[in-house]
C-alpha cells in the first residue's frame, strides 16, 4: 500500500475514536456524578472506572469500523480515483495490461494530491452530549442534601418554628481540625458521625427548616454545648477528649431526633522491634570485638528523628558486679511513621573484658505535643566469655567431635544404601566407590558398638565413647519407638551401668593430650563392657552374635562399593536386633530395699465418731451489678419503667471496663428518646447482658453415682 494512503487511512481511524470518545465522556461523568451523590465515593469510583472503560471500548469499535472495504468506498468517491481503488490492493501479476496501467496512473494522482479520508467532527452531538452531561452533574451536585448533608442550601429567611411547625434539621456540616503533630489537613464532612484524633478541634454549623429559639448539643455524660446563631446557622465549637454520643436539641422540640457518635482516637505510643540481633540473650564469641544493632520504630502519627541508646556494661562477678551506664544519640532514617535506627557497638571503646556483660537498649519518642511519648525496646544482652568458659567449650569440643558418628543406626545404613543404589548412573565409579565406603565406615562404628555388648574390644583404634542406651533407638519403627526401644537390651545396658564400680580404676596406658577417648578416661569413667555381657542371656547373646557376622558381611560389601549385595546382610542385622531388644531383661539391684517401718498407731480401724459431714453448702453468689440486674429484669416485663437515670450513673463508674461503651449509652439514649419503642428495649437488655460480670466460679457438686456406686454406699451405711 502506499504509504502516503496508509497515514491518510490511520488519520482517519484517529478522528473516529476522539470524536466517539468525546460523545461519550461527558455522558459517562454524568453517571459519575450521580453515583457520588447516591451512593458515595467509593460506589463513584467504581462507576467513573466502569464508564470510561465502555467508553474507550466503543471508541475503538468505532474505529475499527474503518476497514479496508470503507477505504474502498471512500477513494472511489474522489474524481482522481476513477472508481478503480479496488486496484491499489491488488496483487500486479495478476492483473492484465490494462488493468495494470489503470493501477499505476491511480497511484500517480493519489501522489500528486492525497484526498482527505477524515470524517468530520460531530459537532451537533458532542454539543448535545456536553449540554446533557452538565446538567446531570450540576444537578447531582447542587441538588440540596437532607438532614446530615454536606452542601449548606442558599442563605434565605427562614420562618421561626414553634409548636406546629417544629424544626427539622436540614444541612449541617462539621469541620474537624486535627492537632498540628498529626499531620493531618483539616477536613469538612456534612455527616455529624465522625471518628477523630484526640484533640481535634470540631466546628458544627447547623441549619434547620425552621428557626429554633435555642440550639444545643446534648452528651451523654451530661455535657451539654449551646450553639450560637449567626444568620441562618447555628455553630459551636469543641475539642474532641474523649468518645461521646450527642444529638441535637432545640426550642421548641426537634423533629426527627438521632443519635450521633464521636468516636476518637487516641494516640498510641511508639512501638519498637529489634532487628538485629534475633534472640535478646547473645554469646559472644572469642576475641568479638564489635557488636551490631538494628532497631525499627513504627508510629501511628510520627516517630522522632533521634532516639536514645543505653548501653549498660556489666563487669564482675557474685557480690561484686559494677555497672557502668552510658547513653549515645542515633540518626534514624526512613519514613515519618516507620524508622530504622541502626549501631554498631565497638567492645574495646566500651572497656568490654572478657566475662563482662555489655546490655543495649534504645529509647524512642514520637511527635505527641505537649509531651511526647516513649518506648522501650527490650534489653539485648551479650554476654562475653571468659578464659575459663573458652577453655571449657574447646575441651567439649574435643570431647564430642567423634560423637556424631555414633549416633548413626542399622536402619539409617540401610536408608543410605539404598539411596546411593538409586545414584549408580548419576554418580562416576570413583565417587560411588567411596561414598560406598563412607557408608561401610559407619557399618564398621555400629558393628564395634554392638560388639562391646559381648564384650569384644576395638579393632586398631581407641574406644568409642560409652554411650548410656546400649542399642540405639532410632532402629525402632516409629509405631512400636516407645514399646521396644526403651524396653530392650537398652535396659541390659543400663542395668550395667547401676551395678558398675564407679571408683577410681588406674588408666590402662599413659595420656595423650588432645585424645578424646583420653579426656573422657580422665574428666570422667569408662565402663567396663565385658560386665554388661554377663548380664544377656546365652539366647540373647546368640541373637547379638548373629547380627555381628551380618554386619560384618554387610561392612565387607560395602567396603568393595557393592551396596547392592550388602542390603541383605543389613537387613538380617536389622533383623536381629530387633529381637535383641525384645529379649527379656535382667535386673541385678545393688542394695536391698530399706521400706520404712509400719506404724501400727495410724492404721485405719472404722471409727466414724470424729467424722463431720463433707456436704458442701450452697449459697446463693451476689450479683455483682445490681443496678443493671435491676433494669435488665425491667426491661424483660413490658409494663416495668426502666430506671435510666441510675444506669447512666453506673455506666459513667465502669466505663473503663466495658469494650464498647459507647454501644450501650447509644442503647440507653435511644430508648429515653421513644420509651415505647420494643426493639430499643430488647437492644439495650441485650447490651446490658454482655455488661454483666460474670460470677466467679464455684466449688462444682459431685456427680450423682450410678447403680453400682449407690449399692456400695447403702451397703457402708448398713455396715454402720
Same mark, same amino acid.
Given at each position: 500500500?502506499?504509504?502516503?494512503?496508509?497515514?491518510?487511512?490511520? #488519520?482517519? =481511524?484517529?478522528?473516529?475514536? &476522539?470524536?466517539? +470518545?468525546?460523545?461519550? *465522556?461527558? $455522558? %459517562?461523568?454524568? !453517571?459519575? @456524578? /450521580?453515583?457520588?451523590?447516591?451512593?458515595?465515593?467509593?460506589?463513584?469510583?467504581?462507576?467513573?472506572?466502569?464508564?470510561?472503560?465502555?467508553?474507550?471500548?466503543?471508541?475503538?469499535?468505532?474505529?475499527?469500523?474503518?476497514?479496508?472495504?470503507?477505504?474502498?468506498?471512500?477513494?472511489?468517491?474522489?474524481?482522481?480515483?476513477?472508481?478503480?481503488?479496488?486496484?491499489?490492493?491488488?496483487?500486479?501479476?495478476?492483473?492484465?495490461?490494462?488493468?495494470?496501467?489503470?493501477?499505476?496512473?491511480?497511484?500517480?494522482?493519489?501522489?500528486?494530491?492525497?484526498?482527505?479520508? #477524515?470524517? =468530520?467532527?460531530?459537532?451537533? &452531538?458532542?454539543? +448535545?452530549?456536553?449540554? *446533557?452531561? $452538565? %446538567?446531570?452533574? !450540576?444537578? @447531582? /451536585?447542587?441538588?440540596?442534601?437532607?438532614?446530615?448533608?454536606?452542601?449548606?442550601?442558599?442563605?434565605?429567611?427562614?420562618?421561626?418554628?414553634?409548636?406546629?411547625?417544629?424544626?427539622?434539621?436540614?444541612?449541617?456540616?462539621?469541620?474537624?481540625?486535627?492537632?498540628?503533630?498529626?499531620?493531618?489537613?483539616?477536613?469538612?464532612?456534612?455527616?455529624?458521625?465522625?471518628?477523630?484524633?484526640?484533640?481535634?478541634?470540631?466546628?458544627?454549623?447547623?441549619?434547620?427548616?425552621?428557626?429554633?429559639?435555642?440550639?444545643?448539643?446534648?452528651?451523654?455524660?451530661?455535657?451539654?454545648?449551646?450553639?450560637?446563631?449567626?444568620?441562618?446557622?447555628?455553630?459551636?465549637?469543641?475539642?474532641?477528649?474523649?468518645?461521646?454520643?450527642?444529638?441535637?436539641?432545640?426550642?421548641?422540640?426537634?423533629?426527627?431526633?438521632?443519635?450521633?457518635?464521636?468516636?476518637?482516637?487516641?494516640?498510641?505510643?511508639?512501638?519498637?522491634?529489634?532487628?538485629?540481633?534475633?534472640?535478646?540473650?547473645?554469646?559472644?564469641?572469642?576475641?568479638?570485638?564489635?557488636?551490631?544493632?538494628?532497631?525499627?520504630?513504627?508510629?501511628?502519627?510520627?516517630?522522632?528523628?533521634?532516639?536514645?541508646?543505653?548501653?549498660?556494661?556489666?563487669?564482675?562477678?557474685?557480690?561484686?558486679?559494677?555497672?557502668?551506664?552510658?547513653?549515645?544519640?542515633?540518626?534514624?532514617?526512613?519514613?515519618?511513621?516507620?524508622?530504622?535506627?541502626?549501631?554498631?557497638?565497638?567492645?574495646?571503646?566500651?572497656?568490654?573484658?572478657?566475662?563482662?556483660?555489655?546490655?543495649?537498649?534504645?529509647?524512642?519518642?514520637?511527635?505527641?505535643?505537649?509531651?511526647?511519648?516513649?518506648?522501650?525496646?527490650?534489653?539485648?544482652?551479650?554476654?562475653?566469655?571468659?578464659?575459663?568458659?573458652?577453655?571449657?567449650?574447646?575441651?567439649?569440643?574435643?570431647?564430642?567431635?567423634?560423637?556424631?558418628?555414633?549416633?548413626?543406626?542399622?536402619?539409617?545404613?540401610?536408608?543410605?544404601?539404598?539411596?546411593?543404589?538409586?545414584?549408580?548412573?548419576?554418580?562416576?565409579?570413583?565417587?560411588?566407590?567411596?561414598?560406598?565406603?563412607?557408608?561401610?565406615?559407619?557399618?564398621?562404628?555400629?558393628?564395634?558398638?554392638?560388639?562391646?555388648?559381648?564384650?569384644?574390644?576395638?579393632?586398631?583404634?581407641?574406644?568409642?565413647?560409652?554411650?548410656?542406651?546400649?542399642?540405639?533407638?532410632?532402629?525402632?519403627?516409629?509405631?512400636?519407638?516407645?514399646?521396644?526401644?526403651?524396653?530392650?537390651?537398652?535396659?541390659?545396658?543400663?542395668?550395667?551401668?547401676?551395678?558398675?564400680?564407679?571408683?577410681?580404676?588406674?588408666?590402662?596406658?599413659?595420656?595423650?593430650?588432645?585424645?578424646?577417648?583420653?579426656?573422657?578416661?580422665?574428666?570422667?569413667?569408662?565402663?567396663?563392657?565385658?560386665?554388661?555381657?554377663?548380664?544377656?542371656?546365652?539366647?540373647?547373646?546368640?541373637?547379638?552374635?548373629?547380627?555381628?557376622?551380618?554386619?560384618?558381611?554387610?561392612?565387607?560389601?560395602?567396603?568393595?562399593?557393592?551396596?547392592?549385595?550388602?542390603?541383605?546382610?543389613?537387613?538380617?542385622?536389622?533383623?536381629?536386633?530387633?529381637?535383641?531388644?525384645?529379649?527379656?531383661?535382667?535386673?541385678?539391684?545393688?542394695?536391698?530395699?530399706?521400706?520404712?517401718?509400719?506404724?501400727?498407731?495410724?492404721?485405719?480401724?472404722?471409727?466414724?465418731?470424729?467424722?463431720?459431714?463433707?456436704?458442701?453448702?450452697?449459697?446463693?453468689?451476689?450479683?455483682?451489678?445490681?443496678?443493671?440486674?435491676?433494669?435488665?429484669?425491667?426491661?424483660?416485663?413490658?409494663?416495668?419503667?426502666?430506671?435510666?437515670?441510675?444506669?447512666?450513673?453506673?455506666?459513667?463508674?465502669?466505663?473503663?471496663?466495658?469494650?464498647?461503651?459507647?454501644?450501650?449509652?447509644?442503647?440507653?439514649?435511644?430508648?429515653?428518646?421513644?420509651?415505647?419503642?420494643?426493639?430499643?428495649?430488647?437492644?439495650?437488655?441485650?447490651?446490658?447482658?454482655?455488661?454483666?460480670?460474670?460470677?466467679?466460679?464455684?466449688?462444682?457438686?459431685?456427680?450423682?453415682?450410678?447403680?453400682?456406686?449407690?449399692?456400695?454406699?447403702?451397703?457402708?451405711?448398713?455396715?454402720?
Amino acid at each position: 500500500m502506499n504509504p502516503a494512503l496508509q497515514r491518510s487511512w490511520q #488519520r482517519a =481511524r484517529r478522528r473516529q475514536w &476522539w470524536a466517539t +470518545l468525546l460523545v461519550v *465522556l461527558p $455522558l %459517562a461523568l454524568a !453517571a459519575t @456524578a /450521580l453515583a457520588l451523590r447516591l451512593g458515595g465515593v467509593d460506589i463513584a469510583t467504581v462507576t467513573l472506572l466502569l464508564t470510561l472503560l465502555v467508553s474507550v471500548a466503543l471508541a475503538t469499535r468505532r474505529g475499527r469500523r474503518l476497514d479496508r472495504q470503507w477505504l474502498v468506498h471512500q477513494l472511489d468517491t474522489h474524481r482522481v480515483v476513477q472508481d478503480s481503488a479496488d486496484l491499489l490492493f491488488a496483487d500486479t501479476a495478476t492483473l492484465n495490461a490494462l488493468q495494470q496501467r489503470q493501477q499505476a496512473r491511480v497511484t500517480a494522482a493519489l501522489q500528486a494530491r492525497m484526498p482527505d479520508l #477524515r470524517p =468530520r467532527w460531530p459537532r451537533r &452531538w458532542m454539543a +448535545l452530549a456536553w449540554l *446533557l452531561g $452538565l %446538567a446531570v452533574i !450540576a444537578l @447531582a /451536585l447542587g441538588w440540596p442534601r437532607n438532614g446530615g448533608g454536606s452542601v449548606m442550601p442558599a442563605l434565605s429567611s427562614r420562618p421561626p418554628a414553634t409548636a406546629t411547625l417544629p424544626p427539622h434539621l436540614h444541612a449541617a456540616r462539621l469541620t474537624i481540625t486535627a492537632p498540628a503533630y498529626t499531620g493531618q489537613p483539616s477536613r469538612v464532612q456534612g455527616t455529624l458521625d465522625a471518628k477523630v484524633a484526640q484533640g481535634s478541634r470540631l466546628q458544627w454549623s447547623l441549619r434547620f427548616s425552621a428557626q429554633p429559639t435555642q440550639v444545643a448539643l446534648q452528651f451523654h455524660d451530661g455535657r451539654r454545648l449551646a450553639l450560637v446563631r449567626n444568620g441562618e446557622e447555628w455553630t459551636g465549637t469543641g475539642n474532641a477528649d474523649r468518645a461521646a454520643l450527642y444529638r441535637v436539641v432545640t426550642e421548641p422540640a426537634l423533629r426527627g431526633q438521632r443519635l450521633y457518635r464521636l468516636d476518637v482516637l487516641p494516640d498510641q505510643p511508639p512501638n519498637v522491634r529489634v532487628i538485629v540481633p534475633d534472640r535478646t540473650l547473645v554469646p559472644g564469641a572469642p576475641g568479638q570485638r564489635q557488636w551490631a544493632l538494628q532497631f525499627e520504630a513504627s508510629d501511628d502519627y510520627g516517630v522522632a528523628t533521634e532516639a536514645t541508646l543505653k548501653i549498660t556494661l556489666a563487669q564482675g562477678s557474685g557480690e561484686n558486679v559494677t555497672f557502668r551506664e552510658q547513653s549515645v544519640t542515633l540518626a534514624g532514617n526512613g519514613t515519618a511513621t516507620l524508622r530504622r535506627f541502626a549501631r554498631t557497638l565497638d567492645l574495646a571503646a566500651l572497656g568490654a573484658e572478657p566475662g563482662n556483660d555489655v546490655i543495649a537498649q534504645l529509647q524512642v519518642r514520637d511527635n505527641h505535643a505537649p509531651a511526647p511519648q516513649t518506648a522501650q525496646s527490650s534489653s539485648l544482652i551479650l554476654r562475653l566469655p571468659s578464659a575459663e568458659q573458652v577453655q571449657g567449650a574447646e575441651l567439649e569440643g574435643m570431647v564430642k567431635k567423634t560423637l556424631p558418628a555414633y549416633f548413626r543406626s542399622q536402619r539409617q545404613i540401610i536408608i543410605d544404601a539404598e539411596a546411593l543404589i538409586k545414584l549408580r548412573r548419576q554418580l562416576p565409579p570413583e565417587d560411588f566407590i567411596k561414598r560406598a565406603d563412607v557408608i561401610g565406615v559407619d557399618q564398621r562404628i555400629l558393628r564395634l558398638r554392638y560388639g562391646q555388648f559381648l564384650g569384644e574390644e576395638s579393632e586398631g583404634g581407641a574406644k568409642p565413647p560409652p554411650t548410656s542406651d546400649a542399642l540405639p533407638t532410632s532402629d525402632t519403627p516409629a509405631d512400636d519407638h516407645h514399646d521396644h526401644a526403651s524396653t530392650g537390651a537398652a535396659d541390659h545396658a543400663q542395668a550395667g551401668h547401676d551395678a558398675h564400680d564407679h571408683g577410681n580404676t588406674p588408666a590402662e596406658g599413659p595420656a595423650v593430650f588432645g585424645s578424646a577417648t583420653d579426656v573422657l578416661s580422665e574428666y570422667g569413667h569408662t565402663h567396663d563392657h565385658a560386665e554388661a555381657a554377663t548380664l544377656l542371656d546365652p539366647q540373647t547373646r546368640a541373637t547379638l552374635k548373629a547380627a555381628l557376622d551380618q554386619m560384618w558381611s554387610s561392612e565387607g560389601e560395602l567396603r568393595q562399593g557393592r551396596p547392592e549385595a550388602a542390603l541383605p546382610y543389613a537387613n538380617k542385622a536389622l533383623a536381629f536386633i530387633k529381637q535383641v531388644q525384645q529379649a527379656e531383661r535382667i535386673y541385678l539391684a545393688r542394695v536391698g530395699p530399706e521400706l520404712p517401718p509400719i506404724d501400727e498407731g495410724r492404721r485405719m480401724r472404722g471409727d466414724r465418731a470424729d467424722l463431720a459431714s463433707r456436704t458442701l453448702p450452697i449459697r446463693a453468689v451476689d450479683a455483682p451489678d445490681t443496678a443493671i440486674v435491676a433494669v435488665w429484669q425491667q426491661l424483660g416485663a413490658t409494663d416495668a419503667v426502666p430506671d435510666l437515670d441510675a444506669l447512666t450513673q453506673w455506666l459513667g463508674r465502669n466505663e473503663t471496663r466495658l469494650s464498647d461503651p459507647l454501644s450501650l449509652a447509644a442503647a440507653i439514649e435511644e430508648l429515653r428518646i421513644a420509651p415505647d419503642c420494643g426493639a430499643c428495649r430488647q437492644t439495650l437488655r441485650a447490651q446490658l447482658w454482655r455488661a454483666l460480670l460474670r460470677p466467679s466460679p464455684q466449688v462444682l457438686r459431685r456427680t450423682a453415682p450410678d447403680r453400682m456406686g449407690q449399692s456400695y454406699l447403702d451397703a457402708l451405711e448398713g455396715a454402720r
